[in-house]
């Protein structure tokens, strides 16, 4: 069957890869390496969820970004029949690094730690590497790291140089979920700690409900300049947001849709 995939569509190819896996755990560290080398038979793609280890105020777990990328990635994963790998939980939080607990990697060390991870990818011969991610300071940092990882695969000569593609999908940016956010919450999403982000969480690990309370009027959201400013300006961490108003049902809904969302947008990028 092998020696007949060169002829067929990569849509079928990519169907097949659906089928095969589905009946098997879609966690790459839970495989052996002549699985993964069988699975790149008929697949190319790759998921790869993207976190940050940082304060969500006062209530918020720490974990919150990585939980909820993870959450997503899995449920994708498992939709897809494609391969996600271990979260990569530290992501640039600088910002953040005024409140206890946030551990953050500087711009040119996550560059460097995804220009590498997607080049590890690129030399076993996947080409299409997605990444899902849940925290809004990695977006520009992890861009700059597909265009280093283009130019490293091809200084190589990897076989997978030509078509390698990463793409980077935010789930708190999908469609379907910003409006379902809004929907909920209004004004109230504000821009960090966002109940949407804590509704997930909640969903995931129901006693975080423990540590809700409300919350007083944070303040409109505005810039910061670093972690004093960031501190000076938004003493208990939040950016507009009341994240009380956050429930595990909410959570469930807006896991269904950023799964629903993304998955459809990674078969359109394993397709092209």
């Given amino acids: 069957m092998l020696a007949n995939l060169g002829a ?47 304060q969500h105020g006062p209530t918020g777990a720490i974990g919150t970004d990585t939980l909820t990328a993870e959450a997503v990635a899995r449920e994708v994963a498992q939709r897809s029949g494609v391969l996600v790998t271990p979260a990569q939980a530290f992501g640039m939080a600088e910002h953040h690094l005024g409140f206890a607990g946030t551990m953050s990697l500087q711009p040119s060390t996550l560059l460097a730690v995804m220009r590498d991870l997607v080049v590890s990818l690129a030399r076993h011969g996947f080409e299409r590497i997605y990444v899902i991610n849940g925290h809004g300071g990695n977006i520009a940092t992890s861009k700059a790291a597909f265009s280093e990882a283009y130019g490293r695969a091809a200084a190589l000569g990897l076989p997978a140089a030509a078509g390698l ?25 504000g821009h960090h700690a966002t109940p949407s982000e804590i509704a997930l969480t909640l969903h995931l690990h129901p006693g975080l409900a423990a540590k809700l309370r409300p919350l007083p009027d944070p303040g409109p959201p505005g810039p910061i300049a670093g972690p004093a400013d960031f501190r000076r300006r938004h003493p208990d ?7 009380s108003l956050a429930s595990a049902a909410a959570g469930s809904i807006l896991l269904e849709l950023a799964a629903t969302a993304l998955t459809e947008d990674l078969k359109r990028f394993l397709q092209d």
């Fill in 165 to 189: 593609r990463c793409k980077l999908a935010n789930w708190f940016m999908a469609g379907p979920v910003m409006a379902k956010a809004r929907q909920l919450y209004g004004d109230k999403e």
């Fill in 237 to 243: 961490g939040r950016m507009g947001s009341d994240p």
């Fill in 8 to 54: 067929l569509k990569r849509s079928q190819i990519v169907s097949m890869a659906i089928a095969t896996l589905s009946e098997h755990d879609v966690r790459l560290q839970l495989r052996s390496w002549p699985e993964v080398e069988a699975y790149l038979q008929s697949c190319k793609g790759v998921i790869i969820p993207l976190g940050s280890t940082e």
